[in-house]
């Protein structure tokens, strides 16, 4: 577990830099603060994310793992009613390119606009910022204005055509330069298993459970580090 959680924390500072170089010369509308990005979040994350998130939650004080504990189960609900409604119930873990990203769209800004990620404290803080999955990092716009809009009125489809383009400038030019970096972090954690850490999506709620007895998540994923 020592070497998968240090090479999630090392992919997390790699992430980081490699959007800071690509964004150095951008206008970016976000920080804290701003949380329309926050709510109608699909919360299909990367098994290492999965990993990276379990422990940042077992970090934070008991009562907050309670309240968290809550809103994920809250989430949970909400999210399969919708997803449901939507006709699209993929098993987890699934393959990153076997999940049907435009239907998460429909089932999550549409369908759960207004439920907020379990994570997003009351202050409008992320409570799991450091361990955030790759979707949050890269979920980036110049002008919050257009996000309040979005977010107030999704059927605007100010996504489709002003934030959603401008978020793929970007992950272009950083799945570029993030191949690259993955091979050297492959050279440097050669034990672990990247392709399916990287590859494989799971739906957090189904695999992270908490101890109500020793106050702690814990995860069932299908990698065993």
Known sequence: MDRLLSFAENRARVIDSIISEITSGLRL???????????????????????????????????????????????????????????????????????????????CGLGMNE??????????????YEARPSMCRLTLFSDREVCRKDWENPLAFAWKSEIAPFIDRIKEEFYRRWNVELKKLQNIYPELDLSRLEGEMLFLPKHLRFDPVKKVFRIKAPYNP
């Not at 926050?38 to 939650?57: D, I, K, S």
């Not at 439920?115 to 799991?128: A, N």
């Open 115 to 128: 439920v907020p990620c379990p994570f997003l404290s009351e202050d409008g803080s992320c409570s799991v």
């Open 29 to 107: 509308g976000c920080g804290k603060g701003c949380t329309y990005c926050c709510y109608g979040v699909p919360l299909w994350v990367r098994t290492v994310e999965a990993f990276h998130l379990l422990e940042a939650l077992n970090k934070l004080p008991i009562k907050d793992r309670r309240v968290i504990a809550s809103r994920l189960r809250r989430y949970e609900r909400e999210y399969l009613e919708a997803a449901q409604a939507q006709g699209y119930t993929p098993e987890s873990p699934v393959p990153e390119e076997a999940l049907d990203v435009g239907k998460l769209g429909l089932i």
